[in-house]
């Protein structure tokens, strides 16, 4: 109190700025500093932990893991999911522990269907690493326990089990991806997807004087937008198969579908977006012609006025298949690549069409966080 009415004093016999400049000489300065260099550094670690983890993500990305469903388990014991345990344990977890996989994530079932839909299981190794040899002596003990592991008992109805291998090995691929990657053998057939992210096609092939492929605006509507996947398909069989994009889709947990996209649908996106012209554009549909699948596949089957695409006997082909992009809403998404088999030379057998089925999770709150498109 002493120092207040001495300092109160001592300003009347000086100026009112001179008494305010030298008040302020008097505050804990140090103190005032250190105050607001805590506010800008919470302010600069909430957008690094928040935003932009979101924006380095995928927001779709491999079958649910399985710890993060445990977790939400342990939270909400009462949740409308079911985490399943491995049918006939006794006779899959031998199996599976003599090629040193363990299981990493499923698909999701809810309560009401938990005795009515197959699970699909997906292996991996502990280090999420790619080995065919591996995973084809896997699958040739698999296929031979299969019909008693899920052939139903007195106490336990069992369904079918589907079973998948996720791995981390970009080197698989002749572009190299960014993501985990599903593979799945089925019939002498093995198919590897994975998907990849706006901000990292932009990166990769919006540069320079071409628009991506894959190019979109905001301004876009939904299902003008795109979700882009890579896909390697490998043919073990003697005979070859067909593939066409277009009788390739994606649903959700809605029933909701988003078909596969062509060349020509891309280059009729183009159409609508005004910014997008000239020799850009043009050098973006050369690009997509490399690097789009069905653009790397050979012909294989010529009828009068038309001819089909696929993979020959013994070969493998990779490319790029983009589909309508899911909406916002969806979580529980399943790609369905179709694949045709021709029957042997000279048989009156017709061609089978295989189902290749893998399950995605999406994300709304990492898509909406995502970076805007950008030139590079």
Not at 103 to 117: E, I, Q, W, Y
Not at 150 to 162: G, I
């Amino acid at each position: 109190m002493k120092w207040f009415f001495k300092q109160t004093k001592s300003c009347q016999n000086l100026g009112r700025e001179s008494c305010v400049s030298k008040r302020f000489e008097r505050l804990p300065q140090t103190f005032l500093l250190l105050n607001i260099g805590i506010f800008f550094l919470l302010g600069f670690t909430i957008l690094g932990c928040g935003g932009q983890s979101l924006q380095s993500m995928s927001p779709i990305q491999p079958v649910q893991n399985i710890v993060d469903v445990q977790m939400e388990k342990e939270k909400n014991p009462n949740s409308d999911v079911v985490v399943p345990a491995i049918p006939a344990a006794n006779l899959a977890q031998p199996i599976i522990d003599k090629h040193g996989l363990q299981t990493v994530g499923f698909r999701l079932v809810k309560v009401p269907d938990a005795n009515a839909k197959a699970l699909t299981y997906v292996f991996a190794s502990p280090e999420y690493a790619f080995s065919p040899d591996v995973w084809n002596q896997f699958l040739t003990e698999w296929i031979e326990v299969e019909p008693q592991i899920e052939l139903p008992t007195e106490n336990e109805n069992r369904k079918v089990v589907d079973v998948l291998f996720l791995s981390d090995f970009p080197e698989e691929f002749d572009i190299q991806s960014r993501q985990p990657f599903l593979t799945k053998i089925l019939d002498g057939i093995t198919v590897s997807i994975c998907y990849w992210r706006r901000t990292d096609l932009d990166r990769k092939y919006n540069r320079g004087n071409a628009y991506s492929p894959f190019y979109e605006t905001e301004a876009l509507r939904q299902g003008d937008k795109t979700d882009v996947f890579y896909v390697k398909i490998t043919n073990n069989r003697n005979e070859y198969i067909l593939f066409d994009v277009k009788k390739c889709e994606v649903s959700d947990q809605g029933e909701n579908y988003y078909p596969g996209l062509d060349f020509d649908d891309l280059e009729e996106r183009f159409v609508y977006m005004s910014r997008a012209s000239g020799l850009s554009v043009k050098h973006g549909l050369e690009k997509a012609r490399q690097i789009l699948i069905e653009k790397r596949m050979p012909i294989v089957e010529k009828q009068v006025g038309f001819h089909r695409v696929g993979v020959k006997p013994g070969e493998s082909v990779e490319g790029f298949i983009p589909f309508r992009q899911v909406k916002l809403n969806a979580t529980d998404l399943l790609v369905i690549l179709r694949i045709e088999k021709s029957p042997p030379p000279g048989g009156a057998q017709r061609y089978q069409t295989l189902e290749f089925n893998f399950p995605f999770t999406h994300s709304r709150s990492i898509r909406t966080a995502q970076p805007s498109p950008q030139r590079y």
